[in-house]
Every structure is written in C-alpha cells, then in structure tokens.
C-alpha cells in the first residue's frame, strides 16, 4: 500500500468523497455535518493523502492547519469492504507523525457522536486522542464528540 499526496483531480476521489459526505449526512443533522467536500478540502491551509493498494483508492486522511501550533485531522475515510484491516491505522500513524514534522504542538478531531462512530473514537483513542472540549469554529454540538492529543 501506498500513501501520497494527492491533488484531488481524479474521479475515483471525487467518487470516494462523495460517498463519504453522503453517507455522512445519513448519520448526522446538517448542521452538524462538518465533512469537506472536494473544494474545500482543496483549500491551501489543508494537505490531504490517499491510500491506495494497487492503484485502487482504500482511504484517504486530511490535514488542516489551524494555526502554526495546531492542527485539525480531516475526512478520514476507509473503503467501507476494507474496514478493519489496519488501512486507518497506518494512515492516522502517517498522519500523526506528519504534524509532528510539520511543527504542531497539538492535533484535535471532530467525530461523531453516534454507534456508528464508535469504531473511530477508540482508534483515536487507542493513537493518545483524548475528549475535549470545541476548538477552532466548533460548538457544543449532541451530534459531535471533540479530541485532541499533544505532539
């Protein structure tokens, strides 16, 4: 597996995310959608990686400064028939390690608060994330769980 940059200009990402943000607006309020779409994950302020094994998409993790300090992790996503299988893992490692490079002190999240994201607030767990409080333009919010770790 391979994990790259990627410049969101191909139709399998377009594809990707789009099943993200819908799958996501199924699971959540509107207002309490914070998924990116294609543009604005194309934002400067953002670097976004796909994970791919043998050329074929099976995540992607998204990066998003918030200020020289602190950064924000972004539209993880695993290939729902590949679930399980570590993808998550090693990119969130990749990711993790990335801010760390890149000079942050900290790295918060927003997920879900619903079953369904239960999966993915013990992985952040499991990688030092810790509950918190909003940070950045968040609110309290019943649908959002906040967490942040230090670097």
Do not use: N, Q
Not at 45 to 74: M, N, P, Q, Y
Not at 106 to 135: D, V
Not at 138 to 150: A, G, N, Q, W
């Amino acid at each position: 597996m391979d994990i790259a940059v990627d410049d969101l200009s191909g139709d399998d990402i377009a594809a990707f995310l789009a099943a993200h943000v819908s799958e996501m607006k199924t699971l959540s309020p509107l207002e309490s959608k914070h998924a990116l779409d294609l543009d604005g994950l194309r934002r400067p302020e953002i670097t976004f990686w796909s994970v791919r094994d043998g050329g074929a998409l099976v995540g992607c993790g998204a990066l998003k400064e918030l200020d020289g300090d602190h950064a924000e992790l972004k539209s993880m996503r695993t290939d729902p028939v590949r679930k399980r299988s570590g993808i998550a893992s090693w990119l969130l490692a990749h990711i993790v390690a990335e801010a760390g490079r890149r000079g942050y002190r900290r790295l918060s999240l927003e997920t879900g608060s619903a079953e369904f994201f239960a999966p993915a607030r013990a992985l952040y767990a499991k990688f030092g994330f810790a509950y918190c409080p909003p940070f950045g333009e968040y609110r309290d919010d019943p649908h959002s769980v906040y967490m942040s770790r230090l670097l």
